[in-house]
């Protein structure tokens, strides 16, 4: 099964220009899912789809979420796609196995007062508070994600035309970037990101106290910890700086299909979760405005 598990992940690598988080849920699905087949001697190409089922009730026994039971049932279903098409198998036991339905959670969302908050935080005292003010500026300038971010190079900013260019998933887009964020970044860029990277040949653009690109993880505790510096009792991560970009982007008059394009969403409906948001801000303009509201 190893060999049929690698097969399959260098092809959906290449075939569906997959990022590396996707690539890497998919792996840690599939090998779990062979675990289990090990672990109860099943053979993967003779499984039957009560088999399959079985181990989706096993994940369910030891506390998995939905929404992860949902994600492994997709991913295993390509897997077994894979095989059929490759003739490794004679019948596909995913076939008629169905996702569980995950409810929809609207995104946790900053309010104008909160960002104001959260992104004052950072004093440019030293090398590290003009880096963390630039990265939090940024991230809720562009509403990029934080994979986007840090895979960014120096030579994805234009400080002239004030646009990034994101070249995410082979895909290219180019996002505006507002004074404040500009100003910010082009501190940074000045004075701190000189300093920290100690080398010249490093092209990313937020590093690390050790000159080296910065990761998810180091990202995310900095956001963490000027959420606990502001006293916000929301849980806030990256992505929420993501969510209230697009939020308040709409609410103050941008269209979808902008927001849409900004956001890198290949279909529409990925962004029109953020529309529950605009009719909250329609219904209180029309409570204040309307003569018999």
């Given at each position: 099964?190893?060999?049929?598990?690698?097969?399959?992940?260098?092809?959906?690598?290449?075939?569906k220009?997959?990022?590396?988080?996707?690539?890497?849920?998919?792996?840690r699905?599939?090998?779990?899912?062979?675990?289990?087949?090990?672990?109860?001697?099943l053979?993967?190409?003779?499984?039957?789809?009560?088999?399959?089922?079985?181990?989706?009730?096993?994940?369910?026994?030891?506390?998995?979420?939905?929404?992860?039971i949902?994600?492994?049932?997709?991913?295993?279903?390509?897997?077994?796609?894979?095989?059929?098409?490759?003739?490794?198998?004679?019948?596909?036991?995913?076939?008629?196995?169905?996702?569980?339905?995950?409810?929809?959670?609207?995104?946790?969302i900053?309010?104008?007062?909160e960002?104001?908050?959260?992104?004052?935080?950072?004093?440019?005292?030293?090398?590290?508070g003009?880096?963390?003010?630039a990265?939090?500026?940024?991230?809720?300038?562009?509403?990029?994600?934080?994979?986007?971010?840090?895979?960014l190079?120096?030579?994805?900013?234009?400080?002239?035309?004030?646009?990034?260019?994101c070249?995410?998933?082979s895909?290219?887009?180019?996002?505006?970037l507002?004074s404040?964020?500009?100003?910010?970044?082009?501190e940074?860029?000045e004075h701190?990101?000189?300093?920290?990277?100690?080398?010249?040949n490093?092209k990313?653009?937020?590093?690390?106290?050790?000159?080296?690109?910065?990761?998810?993880q180091?990202f995310w505790?900095i956001?963490?910890?000027?959420?606990?510096?502001a006293h916000?009792?929301?849980?806030?991560?990256?992505?929420?700086?993501?969510?209230?970009?697009?939020?308040?982007?709409?609410q103050?008059g941008?269209?979808?299909?902008?927001?849409?394009?900004?956001?890198?969403?290949?279909?529409?409906?990925?962004t029109?979760?953020?529309?529950?948001?605009?009719?909250?801000?329609?219904?209180?303009?029309?409570?204040?405005?309307?003569?018999?509201?």
């Amino acid at each position: 099964m190893e060999k049929q598990v690698n097969n399959f992940l260098e092809f959906i690598k290449d075939d569906k220009k997959l990022s590396d988080n996707t690539l890497q849920s998919y792996r840690r699905d599939i090998k779990q899912f062979e675990i289990y087949l090990n672990s109860k001697k099943l053979n993967y190409a003779k499984l039957t789809e009560e088999d399959v089922n079985e181990y989706f009730q096993y994940l369910q026994d030891i506390g998995k979420k939905t929404s992860t039971i949902s994600r492994n049932i997709a991913s295993i279903r390509s897997f077994y796609q894979f095989l059929l098409r490759n003739k490794k198998i004679k019948k596909n036991p995913t076939e008629k196995i169905q996702s569980p339905k995950v409810e929809k959670k609207a995104p946790t969302i900053l309010s104008s007062d909160e960002i104001e908050l959260l992104l004052s935080q950072p004093k440019n005292v030293d090398l590290k508070g003009i880096r963390d003010k630039a990265m939090l500026e940024f991230a809720y300038a562009t509403g990029m994600r934080v994979s986007e971010i840090i895979a960014l190079d120096i030579d994805d900013i234009n400080l002239k035309n004030g646009l990034v260019t994101c070249r995410a998933k082979s895909k290219q887009r180019n996002i505006p970037l507002g004074s404040l964020s500009l100003k910010a970044l082009a501190e940074y860029i000045e004075h701190s990101r000189p300093i920290l990277i100690k080398d010249e040949n490093v092209k990313a653009l937020f590093v690390n106290t050790n000159g080296k690109r910065l990761t998810r993880q180091g990202f995310w505790k900095i956001v963490k910890y000027y959420k606990e510096q502001a006293h916000i009792t929301k849980d806030i991560t990256p992505h929420v700086l993501r969510h209230s970009f697009a939020t308040h982007l709409l609410q103050n008059g941008a269209d979808l299909k902008s927001i849409q394009t900004m956001l890198g969403h290949s279909d529409i409906s990925s962004t029109q979760v953020y529309m529950q948001f605009q009719d909250e801000n329609i219904k209180s303009i029309y409570k204040h405005a309307h003569p018999r509201a």
